[in-house]
């Protein structure tokens, strides 16, 4: 496996698990918290830290995406400006050999 392949798969992963933290928090501040304990004094082993935990890693996670993204780039063969392109090649494209207008035309009519 290429270092691209490599940094492919871990930005997948990285991607789905950014998918799942976000969809898990609730945009209305309840969210995985209100379901164990609903805002009440008494809490359930320490879920009145979830949203905390959610925040943090909705953070981490995005900018493990964008440093994975950005090192992906990197690794990309010929990503040192070596590469050519395509659009270029001589053999897809034909030339046509230009000829000069001839001279003796012009200056037949003005004499």
């Given at each position: 496996?290429?270092?691209f392949t490599i940094f492919l798969v871990l930005i997948v992963v990285v991607a789905f698990l950014l998918?799942?933290?976000i969809m898990v928090q609730n945009p209305k501040g309840g969210g995985l918290s209100s379901s164990f304990g609903g805002g009440g004094t008494q809490q359930l082993g320490g879920?009145?830290?979830t949203?905390?935990?959610l925040d943090k890693s909705t953070w981490f996670l995005a900018t493990l995406l964008i440093a994975?993204?950005?090192l992906s780039n990197i690794t990309i063969e010929g990503?040192?400006?070596v590469s050519d392109s395509k659009a270029?090649?001589?053999d897809t494209t034909t030339q046509q050999p230009v000829t000069p207008p001839s001279s003796t035309d012009d200056n037949s009519e003005g004499n």
């Open positions: 496996m290429t270092k998918v799942v933290v879920v009145k830290k949203g905390d935990f994975l993204i950005l990503a040192g400006g270029l090649d001589d």
